[in-house]
């Protein structure tokens, strides 16, 4: 399998044949191995209109955004919403997490520091622990749920992309094509 190398540099003036076969003769083994080859260009745009200026170009300048998009940019915008608020609840979550830990790791210190507890003392601070674990339980849930849908890839979902789209839509521009002819021999 042989790979082509065209090489041409920003002024579209194209290297000589030896400067090709230099580069090619420095390439890396890793990409010697692909057996690349230098081969001509034609310059096959020359008689064609190749600047800008040369080609007509129509600009709208009365877009009116339909309905539909609008309601899709609504749409998206209280997704962005969602996950931004979602973010928040994250770091509440977390924070909330660590508060149910210290208050068990103070519970558990108390137990262990204090000499006597009678039935009772000892039923309350069972019901303490069992009320705190729950809460981490509920707090980590929730956390995970959250954390799972913010890893989703939404990053591309926040109103100013969408609006930078929409307000794109309103400053297009259409140039036209160039459209060859193709060169036909009178035959008679």
């Given amino acids: 399998m042989e790979h082509l190398l065209h090489v041409q540099n920003m002024k579209k003036h194209y290297l ?12 890396p083994k890793t990409l010697k ?5 230098a081969e001509p260009i034609l310059d096959v745009g020359k008689n064609k209109l190749n600047s800008s200026e040369d080609r007509k170009t129509i600009k709208n300048e009365n877009y009116i955004i339909p309905d539909q998009i609008t309601q899709w940019i609504e749409k ?3 997704c962005d919403d969602i996950l931004k608020e979602a973010q928040k609840r994250k770091e509440e979550l977390v924070r909330l997490l660590s508060d149910a830990d210290k208050e068990f790791s103070n ?6 520091l204090e000499e006597k507890i009678d039935m009772y003392g000892a039923w309350e601070e069972k019901n303490k622990w069992r009320k705190n674990r ?23 979902l926040d109103r100013s992309t969408i609006d930078k789209v929409v307000r794109g839509l309103a400053k297009r521009k259409f140039t036209y094509r160039v459209i060859e002819e193709e060169e036909t021999e009178n035959v008679v």
Avoid: C, T, W, Y
């Avoid at 519970?107 to 262990?112: A, L, T």
């Fill in 134 to 156: 729950r809460k981490r339980r509920e707090i980590k849930d929730e956390l995970l749920i959250i954390s799972n849908v913010l890893k989703m890839d939404f990053r591309n």
């Fill in 76 to 78: 998206f915008g209280i």
């Fill in 33 to 37: 191995r692909l057996n690349f080859k």
């Fill in 16 to 27: 000589s044949s030896q400067k090709a076969k230099n580069i090619l003769d420095s390439l």
């Fill in 107 to 112: 519970m558990v210190h108390k137990v262990e």
